[in-house]
């Protein structure tokens, strides 16, 4: 358990050194950040129009799905995270959960599928950006809006963690309220169809089961509930860790999926035409249904809002994966670990790793300019990814609890904790299946197991940089000390 210094700096963590972040962050902003990462207003808003045209009315069932799915990882994580409050979140918690080995590839996938995510959220973003700002919306307009999101990010990310807290809370407002105001006018001003809607799929499975459609369908499911991770990320930033990080995880879980939820029915019910939609016909029902039902100024208000979220969301992405990297940097366990580790004392913040963060993305954003499918992709890698690394820890704690770990942090799941534990697995790897299962025969081999390809790449990578540097073996971290009497194996 952590405590906060006069000086507002943290106290070590037992078995840890002091940190060099300061407890700024109160409950709200913790729950704020996590919030704003998850976004309910970037996944629905980025992905309706595709999953609208995969899986018809009821592709919105996959939040519920993936929510209940995503809820038992939340569980866990609130475990781990009340005994390990360390900053970095996944990297530290599988280096305690099982060792250095199995920590180190945790890290490495999170890392990169956190920096293709802050991507996925910037490009979404470039449509709504033309829209605002009244010009015709291209893939090169679409990847300089992109850095330019990433870059403003960056900059208020420097300004620190109370800059952070505010962009966090300034994010959730706007998003929360601008969600409930826009979904209310849609229901009682520009609704055409009854509820029974979502039992109908409107001909997008064709004259084969449903069940394929659908789980192509739920990757806006997928891509809603993740971020709630976020929340310990910023451990070393947030008063009695133990307590807050829980719950706040928990609260992410609960609000943002209900204000996803809430966002995706009330657009589904404003679609005039679905075969439109299914068909290709109307590719983009969520602007259509927005200048319908708004008009030309209501709908750049509401674009406006949509933007803050967007940025919002970039934000709070960019501040995990700059702290994973300074995590995983103070720990020596990556190439320029002496740049990456260094810390602004004005600012509390890691400016080289947050410079990776942007730097990165931005880069990746340039070279979609390849792909003529190139968010799906993005999106598709970055789910992918963020799954990988969620069930790593997932294993290693489930791996932790079978040689007899119990947890002694300030949240416990007591008797639940096993089961939990192995339902969270079990969803998880049903998730990363159907997120790598090709669904286009028809396209070139490469470019149908694009997602799988590009994952084996940053495994076989990763493993060739591991054990070609044995950067996983510096530092003095714990590690593997879940277990007391268990060397560290892995």
């Avoid at 010009?135 to 300089?144: A, C, E, G, K």
């Avoid at 602004?344 to 792909?371: E, K, M, T």
């Avoid at 084996?456 to 060739?464: C, K, N, S, T």
Wanted: proline share 5%; net charge neutral.
């Amino acid at each position: 358990m952590t405590a906060g210094t006069p000086d507002g700096t943290a106290d070590a963590v037992p078995g840890e050194e002091k940190s060099e972040f300061r407890k700024e962050m109160g409950p709200w902003a913790n729950f704020a950040l996590g919030f704003t990462y998850l976004s309910p207003v970037v996944s629905t808003y980025t992905l309706f129009g595709t999953a609208l045209a995969d899986g018809g009315p009821p592709m919105i069932w996959a939040f519920v799905m993936a929510g209940c799915g995503q809820f038992l990882v939340a569980l866990v994580f609130g475990e781990v995270v009340a005994q390990y409050p360390v900053a970095g979140g996944v990297y530290p918690w599988a280096r305690r959960l099982w060792g250095k080995r199995w920590a180190w590839m945790t890290g490495w996938v999170y890392m990169w599928a956190l920096l293709v995510t802050i991507t996925s959220v910037a490009y979404g973003a470039g449509p709504y950006i033309a829209i605002l700002l009244g010009f015709r919306p291209t893939v090169h307009t679409t990847v300089l809006c992109t850095i330019a999101l990433i870059v403003i990010s960056v900059l208020i990310n420097y300004a620190g963690t109370k800059a952070l807290s505010w962009a966090a809370l300034i994010g959730f407002s706007a998003e929360l309220l601008g969600a409930l105001v826009v979904g209310i006018i849609l229901l009682t001003t520009h609704r055409f169809h009854g509820l029974g809607v979502l039992f109908d799929d409107y001909g997008a499975s064709g004259d084969g089961s449903y069940l394929p459609v659908f789980l192509g369908a739920a990757i806006i499911g997928f891509y809603q509930y993740y971020g709630f991770e976020a929340c310990g990320d910023v451990a070393e930033e947030v008063k009695h860790p133990g307590k807050v990080i829980p719950k706040a995880m928990r609260r992410t879980i609960y609000v943002g999926g209900a204000a996803a939820t809430f966002t995706c029915l009330t657009l589904l019910l404003a679609v005039v035409d679905y075969r439109a939609v299914i068909s290709g016909e109307d590719t983009d029902p969520v602007v259509r249904v927005l200048f319908d039902a708004l008009g030309e100024a209501g709908a750049r208000t509401v674009m406006a809002v949509v933007l803050i979220s967007f940025l919002s969301c970039t934000i709070s992405l960019q501040a995990a994966a700059g702290r994973l990297i300074y995590s995983y940097a103070r720990d020596e366990m990556i190439i320029g670990h002496r740049l990456l580790r260094q810390f602004s004392s004005a600012r509390a913040v890691p400016p080289y790793a947050l410079l990776v963060s942007a730097v990165l993305p931005a880069l990746i954003a340039v070279g979609s300019l390849i792909s003529e499918d190139a968010l799906t992709k993005i999106v598709s890698f970055a789910i992918l990814g963020i799954y990988a690394a969620f069930q790593m820890v997932v294993l290693a704690a489930l791996r932790a609890r079978l040689k007899g770990w119990k947890p002694s942090g300030e949240y416990k799941l007591g008797r639940w904790g096993l089961l939990v534990n192995v339902g969270a697995l079990a969803y998880g790897i049903f998730a990363i299946v159907n997120i790598a299962w090709p669904r286009t025969p028809e396209a070139p081999w490469y470019d149908n197991w694009i997602v799988l390809l590009s994952g084996g790449v940053v495994v076989g990578v990763g493993l060739v940089y591991m054990f070609t540097t044995h950067h996983y073996g510096r530092g003095d971290a714990p590690s593997g000390n879940a277990v007391p009497d268990e060397a560290d194996t892995a």
